[in-house]
């Protein structure tokens, strides 16, 4: 039972990546997904979360307008799709489900609130 995130690579400012998240021995169709991130030297991120009820997204300010988060046809995958990728974009991305709250306004933040974690996959974006 684990997530596997991958899609990560080097890429030039202005440029896109989507980065996927299988599940293996579950589904994620009743929890809520979401997406992290962490630069070296700073706090983990919250970036974007995706309700299971009624799909509600959540985007964090830094991330608007050029992230979004989708789940898969199959319901063991999610995905992030990032476009218009800024240097400020590079860290280690990492994507996480379970029963957490997901609102317009807010998405959770803590680790008691996700029972998976992905192991992370790293994204550089050269200027």
């Known amino acids: 039972v684990q997530l596997q995130a991958s899609g990560g690579g080097l890429v030039q400012a202005g440029g896109s990546l989507r980065l996927s998240c299988a599940a293996s021995?579950?589904?994620?169709?009743?929890?809520?997904i979401a997406w992290f991130r962490q630069a070296p030297g700073k706090e983990r991120e919250g970036l974007s979360c995706?309700?299971?009820?009624?799909?509600?997204?959540y985007y964090a300010d830094s991330v608007k307008g050029r992230f979004t988060i989708s789940r898969g046809d199959a319901k063991n995958t999610m995905y992030l799709q990032m476009n218009d990728l800024k240097s400020e974009d590079t860290a280690i991305y990492y994507c996480?489900?379970?029963?957490?709250?997901?609102?317009?306004?807010?998405?959770?933040?803590?680790?008691?609130?996700?029972?998976?974690w992905g192991q992370g996959t790293q994204v550089t974006v050269s200027s």
């Open positions: 996480a489900t379970g029963p957490a709250r997901c609102f317009y306004y807010y998405m959770a933040k803590d680790d008691y609130e996700y029972d998976y």
């Open positions: 021995g579950f589904t994620m169709e009743s929890w809520a």
């Open positions: 995706m309700s299971s009820n009624d799909g509600t997204t």
